[in-house]
């Protein structure tokens, strides 16, 4: 299992990133997947979540109405869609698989993340 | 301010049981289950305990969870140096209609 992460990078405030995760090493079609920041020195804040067909999307409330979750279940890659970037976004971004079995759900595995930096 | 309340540090001698605690509340540890993740200086997250108490497979027999009620808790049996970490609880949350994660409990091993 392997999640690559791309597209961070410095913009300004106001301004607009799309993130990507590249999945291999297994069935991405069949699982539902999230992202994760972390802003520098502190801890991880869920940021959103999608089903495995889109169906179900959900956002944190602090990035609700400026980012949108996407994902190409042919291409095997997730999307994040970031506008109206704040100074407070700043963080690593990470993807994250969430596998669940009959007791629970779980983020299972994990990208290595990519910066993003918002500043002018 | 995170919705759920960790200690922001802990810590022990090699050999020695630690417990991490995480308050929530009844929309979501009170309703749904908890998952812990550690993270090593510089790595992503790792699951650790997923269900409350259920260790994925790989996972060292030494980390053990528990819920009661709007708290959980994380033990950590035969502390080991390797263990030195920053450990989060998750749950979904009603309320928000999201996940949410404790601030993160940094664990030192002396």
């Known amino acids: 299992v392997q999640l690559v992460e791309s597209g961070g990078g410095l913009v300004q405030p106001g301004g607009s990133l799309r993130l990507s995760c590249a999945a291999s090493g297994f069935s991405f079609s069949i699982y539902e997947m999230n992202w994760v920041r972390q802003a520098p020195g502190k801890g991880l804040e869920w940021v959103s979540y999608?089903?495995?067909?889109?169906?179900?999307?959900f956002y944190a409330a602090s990035v609700k109405g400026r980012f949108t979750i996407s994902r190409d279940n042919a291409k095997k890659s997730l999307y994040l869609q970031m506008n109206s970037l704040r100074a407070e976004d700043t963080a690593v971004y990470y993807c994250a698989r969430e596998m669940s079995d009959s007791i629970g759900y779980a983020l299972d595995y994990w990208g290595q993340g990519t910066l993003v930096t918002v500043s002018s | 301010q995170s919705v759920l309340t960790q200690p922001p540090s802990a810590s022990g001698t090699p050999g020695q049981r630690v417990t991490i605690s995480c308050s929530g509340g009844s929309s979501n540890i009170g309703t749904n289950s908890v998952n812990w993740y550690q993270q090593l200086p510089r790595t992503a997250p790792k699951v650790l305990i997923y269900?409350?108490?259920q260790r994925p497979s790989g996972v060292p027999d030494r980390f053990s969870g528990s819920k009661s009620g709007t708290s959980a808790s994380l033990a950590i049996s035969g502390l080991q140096s390797e263990d030195e970490a920053d450990y989060y609880c998750?749950?979904?949350?009603?309320?928000?209609?999201?996940?949410?994660f404790g601030g993160g409990t940094k664990l030192t091993v002396l």
């Open positions: 999608i089903s495995s067909a889109s169906g179900g999307i």
């Open positions: 998750a749950a979904w949350d009603d309320s928000l209609n999201g996940r949410v």
């Open positions: 269900s409350n108490s």
